[in-house]
């Protein structure tokens, strides 16, 4: 045994990617692993043993008998429920992993329950709390928010989406049939661009810690915060966007067909199933958008920031890095 665990230990580092992460295919790959749906199935126990399993492999401490095929799928089960910076295990709502059974099933309602102003106020109302929680439990944790913060970013989340979807539902009534359809996505977009900064905004205030790049910290940066989460605003849009753009034109097709008439019920069952379709790529690859680790040119940086960098370190540290969230 002590042979077989100096053959994991030797040169193995739990902690660097599988997938070279400067790259868009890498950045997917390790996405498609992190934010398996299946991983949300996994009992408690399982979990809590995975974690223990990577930390004491970051101590050097591989148990014996160990294989790197059981290190690496402990550390899969690991990012996919605990948070990055604290190593606190996220609620499962909030988890990447629960995107697609949970985001399925709120575009479908979204998608077909669009008609009457009750039933967008009420699907609106229920993905902004879900947005909420997801945005809550993959902030940067460095950055501590209050109960009250959460409540207004919720409200005025929760607000712009509905003034949206009810408006542009209002006024696409006399519209062709598609644009109505749309509603929901652009009313979705609008609430992101609101609810993530307002989640975020202690980063925004008081900036977020950066680091050079083997990870020494260096201070904390609002111009960094306001990238990172300008980043997460985009790859959230990007992730709805196909299944709420691309859903509509199909369906508005099948339903032509007259055994989609005379199954109508089932509609609103196929929107559900084909939006998982579309969130079981889209989830990864708008996470992999942009890489995790985000980085900034010494040169963007606040002023006062960049002379103190420069002041202890010289030339020596060209760019600054730092989690961007999820």
Not at 13 to 26: A, E, L, Y
Not at 207 to 220: A, I, K, P, R, S
Not at 236 to 246: D, H, L, Q, S, V
Request: aromatic share 8%; net charge positive; hydrophobic share 45%.
């Amino acid at each position: 045994t002590h042979t077989e665990m100096a053959t994991v230990s030797l040169g193995f580092n739990i902690d660097v990617p599988r997938w070279d992460q400067s790259t868009f295919v890498g950045r997917l790959k390790h996405f498609l692993n992190i934010t398996d749906p299946r991983t949300v199935l996994v009992p408690e126990r399982e979990l809590d043993r995975a974690k223990a399993l990577v930390e004491s492999c970051r101590a050097g401490l591989v148990p014996p008998g160990s294989s790197q095929e059981q290190l690496l799928y402990a550390k899969k089960l690991y990012d996919s429920a605990f948070h990055p910076d604290s190593g606190e295990k996220m609620n499962l709502i909030g988890r990447m992993s629960f995107q697609v059974p949970g985001g399925m099933a709120l575009t479908g309602c979204m998608l077909q329950f669009y008609r009457t102003v009750p039933a967008v106020v009420f699907w609106q109302w229920v993905n902004q709390s879900f947005n909420a929680i997801v945005n809550y439990t993959n902030r940067n944790a460095a950055s501590p928010i209050s109960l009250r913060q959460i409540g207004v970013a919720y409200v005025t989340a929760t607000g712009t989406a509905l003034a949206t979807a009810v408006g542009l539902n209002l006024y696409t009534k006399r519209a062709p049939p598609l644009l109505a359809r749309w509603v929901p996505f652009a009313a979705v977009a609008a609430a992101n661009c609101v609810n993530i900064p307002m989640m975020r905004q202690q980063e925004i205030i008081n900036g977020v810690t950066v680091t050079d790049e083997d990870n020494n910290e260096l201070g904390q940066s609002r111009r960094a915060a306001v990238k990172g989460i300008a980043q997460v605003v985009v790859s959230r849009i990007t992730m709805a966007a196909p299944g709420m753009i691309i859903l509509p034109i199909i369906m508005e097709r099948l339903e032509k067909f007259p055994f989609m008439q005379r199954i109508r019920v089932l509609h609103g069952p196929l929107q559900v199933l084909l939006c998982g379709g579309f969130l079981l790529f889209m989830v990864p690859a708008a996470c992999a958008l942009f890489p995790q680790r985000c980085s900034l040119a010494l040169a963007d940086l606040e002023p006062e920031l960049r002379d103190s960098i420069v002041a202890k370190h010289g030339d020596k540290v060209p760019y600054i890095y730092f989690n961007k969230g999820l």
